[in-house]
């Protein structure tokens, strides 16, 4: 059984930041990519940061460039977001995911097999 459990996420205002952890079980992600997505009331859920296995490439939506930084922890299983400078436009559900399959695109969201439960984040202006 593969588990992915996302938390930190919070009621912050705008200008905070706030750092989510997306702990993995179930399997050894060490050799996956891992990605962050979110999805706000009424739209689509979209692209935000994405890791290679190793952690030397990074991927990063443009409107949370320079302000969001994605890192893991191979030996925790653990992915991480750190989120700095927060927008009330940055308010939504984030996920977690990770793609098995190797995909060469980790920024769709179709390349990722595994998906947490989400943790809200809110950015009161």
């Known amino acids: 059984q593969v588990t992915l459990v996302e938390s930190g996420g919070g009621l912050v205002q705008a200008g905070g930041s706030l750092t989510l952890s997306c702990a993995a079980s179930?399997?050894?992600?060490?050799?996956?990519?891992m990605g962050w997505f979110r999805q706000a009331p009424g739209k689509e859920r979209e692209f935000v940061a994405a890791?290679?296995?190793?952690?030397?490439?990074?991927y990063y939506a443009d409107s949370v460039k320079g302000r969001f930084t994605i890192s893991r922890d191979n030996a925790k299983n653990t992915v991480y977001l750190q989120m700095n400078s927060l927008k009330p436009e940055d308010t939504a559900v984030y996920y977690c995911a990770v793609d098995t399959n190797y995909s060469y695109s980790i920024t769709w969201s179709r390349s990722y097999d595994y998906w947490g439960q989400g943790t809200q984040v809110t950015v009161s202006s």
């Open positions: 890791i290679r296995w190793s952690g030397g490439n990074t």
């Open positions: 179930g399997r050894t992600f060490s050799n996956f990519a």
